[in-house]
């Protein structure tokens, strides 16, 4: 039996690293080619390592997913830019500062989705976020507050975002690839839940509408919080109009305003 317990007679990669790093200094072990290459990050960032990282990416977190036996989760998207109620004054815009309340129906319906969470001992129901700021952060929030866990996956941007302090630490996740962070949004979803926003909301919301649209996935609840948003930024109507969707699209998605209709429609089809 090895290290790691796995029923193998052969000696396993850990040991190996260890050993190497003990290895005679000389020209030969100190040249990059001798580095091993699972441990070799200059060779696992090679243009044509590509393939090969987006692999990882999807497996490191499917495979922490599952060894804490999380089966379903309830996502939240929603702008980053949104300020908690208590910070609305120090908002950059007034559409902004108008926009606040909608921080606290996330951090609101995130405590009630982990109450019920926490009767199936959090492996139903976990409330997942992209792990920043904004409605993130309120959804992450609410779990907490509610005594659950949260999953946060944020993603490396050119300006420095660190995870929002409320994402359960251990289920704290950070992505080069956007796709392979956008597959793990939805692999698990049992519902999808989307607050106003910008390009990030836009393109995640829109995104996975197509895919169930073209039933490349199951129909979860997909609800949008705050009607009057939602119909000035996009004209459904038009769409409908012109032929580019389907009447019959319109129905993929539900608007609410408060985290207790939220509730209601997840309630319609638990």
Same mark, same amino acid.
């Given at each position: 039996? &090895?290290? *790691?317990? $796995?029923?193998?007679?052969?000696?396993?990669?850990?040991? *190996?690293?260890?050993?190497?790093?003990?290895?005679?200094? &000389?020209?030969?072990?100190?040249?990059?080619?001798?580095?091993?290459?699972?441990? *070799?990050?200059?060779?696992?960032?090679?243009?044509?390592?590509?393939? #090969? $990282?987006?692999? +990882?990416?999807? +497996?490191?977190? =499917?495979?922490?997913?599952?060894?804490?036996?999380?089966?379903? &989760?309830?996502?939240?998207?929603?702008?980053? $830019?949104?300020?908690?109620?208590?910070?609305?004054?120090?908002?950059?815009?007034?559409?902004?500062?108008?926009?606040?309340?909608?921080?606290?129906?996330?951090?609101?319906?995130?405590?009630?989705?982990?109450?019920?969470?926490?009767?199936?001992?959090?492996?139903?129901?976990?409330?997942? &976020?992209?792990?920043?700021?904004?409605?993130?952060?309120?959804? !992450? $929030?609410?779990?907490?507050?509610?005594?659950? =866990?949260?999953?946060? +996956? !944020?993603?490396?941007?050119?300006?420095?975002?660190?995870? !929002?302090?409320?994402?359960?630490?251990?289920?704290?996740?950070?992505?080069?690839?956007?796709?392979?962070?956008?597959?793990?949004?939805?692999?698990?979803?049992?519902?999808?839940?989307?607050?106003?926003?910008?390009?990030?909301?836009?393109?995640?919301?829109?995104?996975? +509408?197509?895919?169930? =649209?073209?039933?490349?996935?199951?129909?979860?609840?997909?609800?949008?919080?705050?009607?009057?948003?939602?119909?000035?930024?996009? !004209?459904?109507?038009?769409?409908?109009?012109?032929?580019?969707?389907?009447?019959?699209?319109?129905?993929?998605?539900?608007? #609410?305003?408060?985290?207790?209709?939220?509730?209601?429609?997840?309630?319609?089809?638990?």
């Amino acid at each position: 039996m &090895t290290s *790691d317990s $796995r029923p193998h007679p052969f000696r396993d990669s850990v040991q *190996d690293v260890e050993t190497a790093h003990r290895l005679p200094d &000389t020209p030969q072990t100190r040249s990059p080619s001798y580095r091993l290459a699972f441990a *070799d990050t200059d060779f696992l960032t090679r243009e044509e390592l590509r393939p #090969v $990282r987006l692999q +990882l990416e999807l +497996l490191k977190p =499917q495979m922490v997913l599952d060894e804490r036996g999380i089966r379903s &989760t309830v996502v939240l998207f929603g702008g980053a $830019r949104i300020p908690a109620p208590e910070r609305a004054s120090g908002a950059r815009t007034p559409g902004l500062a108008a926009l606040a309340p909608y921080y606290e129906e996330a951090r609101r319906f995130a405590h009630a989705v982990t109450e019920r969470s926490l009767q199936t001992y959090g492996r139903e129901w976990v409330i997942c &976020t992209g792990g920043g700021p904004g409605v993130m952060e309120a959804g !992450n $929030r609410g779990a907490e507050e509610a005594g659950g =866990q949260s999953i946060g +996956l !944020n993603i490396v941007l050119p300006h420095e975002q660190a995870p !929002n302090p409320y994402v359960t630490p251990d289920l704290s996740f950070n992505f080069h690839y956007f796709a392979i962070r956008k597959m793990h949004f939805l692999m698990r979803a049992a519902a999808v839940c989307v607050f106003p926003g910008g390009f990030g909301t836009l393109d995640e919301m829109f995104e996975a +509408l197509t895919l169930i =649209q073209t039933k490349r996935m199951k129909p979860v609840p997909f609800i949008l919080f705050g009607r009057a948003f939602w119909e000035k930024v996009i !004209n459904w109507q038009a769409l409908v109009e012109a032929g580019t969707i389907s009447p019959q699209d319109l129905d993929l998605f539900t608007m #609410v305003e408060t985290a207790e209709e939220a509730l209601a429609v997840m309630g319609e089809v638990a």
